[in-house]
């Protein structure tokens, strides 16, 4: 593409927009003095203030963003370019994307002329779902359907299944009497592991930050839940949105972060205004930033990198975050669950619980917190499951279990001793009528789409992955697929850059082994 962008010219609209987000140019005609290489982290929300009030990203605007923040002309489109939500051809400014994901396939989701095909929008619970986009002066974003589902919980969903208000920050408040030491030390004896799939020790990752010399220390929820299946963030945060300020306050304050930042999915608009809310209430300084939908960005330097306004690209490790994070310096970052516990830990409940994503062919879908253990059929009893033909655990990086397999405790050991993963916490029921070998072909699509490209492993190893998959399904095979299918899983597992590739094959591994689908 001939990239003329430092040519084209923006709409008085489209400049009001992006000025808005980088504050209005000098009018002294001097562009070397307005050049400021330390805010190319504004690109981003530049572009998509730029596309909600046009209803996409214009080369004026573009051009325009690039000039404002001295980013190049190309680093800017590839930034454009990375991002699902940004489109760079004219489009209506009323636009309505229909989920055609796992759960909203099992609730006969169909796309109407004109919609746009989406990837997973984490409304898995409320399936089918939509989520429409209207830009103009006043541009809003509406998630369908509305309505509330079961929520199960005595522990962290407790004010949201009872509806009382949260109150003062009392656990903040019992970690400042406690002092920096003793709350690190009380979340490490908790045993609290992450909550956002690797399940890595909490404790043990704050007091990495908390002992860096290097300054500033910063924290980062990871609130780009784009697991296919995964809601669990989303429900916190519409309902229950100063349990997590509060997490992200003592997390701060116990690592010695001078900044927060949340990072949240583009595709949840009122969970991002419930926690602007709450965020301006708290007078803490969290800054709320949100994506543009990229599900590799849910990979925690992907997202340093989104936030930093480049594509959101992983970073090799070492080194880790820890050390250096964001803008190179000592990050702590946790998603949302792993927060939300932090305050009742302080206040003394230390029960294990966990949430868990039900969705798919069950009477009654929602978010259940159960205790760590707890049978996995004892929570399809629970949600009303129909007799399964299987159960996806984790997402689309997860595995298929089958229906005699329903006795596994839901516990980061019995999920480990079982060879599969709790991941996100999704439990998607199949029912007898489901078509599994058209959910293994949309998990391969899904991994194809969002493979972010960068390394040869996940670029290449996605793509072969779901051609050998559809000649399988079609009867056109060639040669022994399910050795290439074997070989592609074990590169992409031991030589991709992040999780993204490394954990691609999972979920069409289990439904070969396991299920015995396309075998």
Not at 388 to 400: D, H, I, Q, R, T
């Amino acid at each position: 593409m001939d990239l003329k962008l430092l040519e084209a010219e923006p709409t008085d609209a489209e400049r009001a927009a992006i000025d808005a987000v980088v504050g209005v140019e000098p009018d002294d005609g001097n562009r070397v003095a307005r050049r400021d290489r330390t805010r190319r982290h504004l690109l981003l929300p530049a572009l998509r203030a730029a596309q909600q009030r046009a209803g996409w990203v214009t080369p004026g605007a573009l051009g325009y963003a690039s000039r404002r923040l001295d980013v190049p002309p190309a680093d800017a489109y590839g930034v454009a370019t990375f991002y699902a939500m940004l489109a760079l051809e004219e489009r209506p400014p009323e636009v309505l994307h229909v989920c055609t994901d796992l759960a909203c396939r099992l609730a006969g989701a169909k796309v109407p002329e004109g919609a746009v095909p989406s990837p997973c929008l984490g409304l898995c619970e409320l399936a089918p779902a939509s989520l429409r986009t209207i830009a103009g002066e006043e541009p809003r974003e509406i998630q369908l359907p509305e309505q509330r589902l079961p929520v199960h919980g005595d522990r962290l969903l407790k004010r949201i299944v009872s509806g009382e208000p949260y109150g003062e920050f009392a656990a903040l408040a019992r970690a400042k009497e406690m002092g920096q030491d003793a709350v690190i030390h009380a979340i490490a004896d908790s045993k609290l592991l992450g909550r956002g799939g690797a399940a890595f020790p909490t404790g043990a990752k704050w007091e990495a930050v908390a002992r860096q010399p290097a300054l500033p220390h910063y924290l980062v929820c990871n609130a780009d839940e784009s697991e296919p299946g995964t809601f669990k963030d989303r429900v916190i945060m519409e309902q229950d949105p100063q349990a997590l300020v509060e997490g992200m306050a003592i997390a701060m304050f116990a690592t010695g972060c001078e900044k927060g930042y949340l990072y949240i999915r583009a595709e949840y608009p009122l969970a991002q205004e419930r926690m602007r809310e709450a965020i301006e209430a708290s007078g803490l300084d969290i800054e709320l930033r949100i994506g543009a939908g990229a599900y590799v960005c849910g990979e925690e330097t992907a997202l340093f990198q989104s936030i930093e306004g480049y594509r959101g690209e992983p970073r090799n490790k070492p080194p880790f975050p820890v050390e250096v994070g964001l803008y190179g310096k000592p990050t702590v970052v946790n998603n949302v669950e792993t927060l939300v516990n932090v305050p009742p830990i302080l206040l003394g409940d230390t029960r294990e619980t966990r949430l868990f994503c039900v969705s798919g062919h069950v009477a009654r879908p929602g978010l259940y917190e159960l205790e760590l253990g707890t049978p996995l059929g004892e929570l399809l009893d629970l949600a009303g499951a129909e007799p399964p033909k299987a159960v996806l655990l984790g997402g689309a990086a997860g595995s298929f279990l089958r229906p005699d397999q329903l006795d596994l405790p839901l516990s980061f050991d019995g999920a480990r001793e079982a060879g599969v993963t709790l991941g996100s916490g999704v439990v998607m029921v199949f029912g007898e009528q489901a078509d599994l070998v058209e959910a293994v072909l949309r998990i391969a699509e899904f991994f194809r789409d969002e493979s972010c490209g960068q390394c040869v492993p996940c670029r290449i190893g996605t793509v072969r992955q779901e051609e050998a998959l559809h000649r399988l399904a079609s009867g056109r095979t060639q040669g022994d697929e399910l050795a290439v299918l074997a070989d592609l899983s074990q590169v992409m597992r031991d030589a991709s850059i992040c999780g993204l590739g490394q954990t691609a094959a999972s979920a069409v591994d289990s439904a070969i082994h396991n299920l015995g689908v396309l075998a």
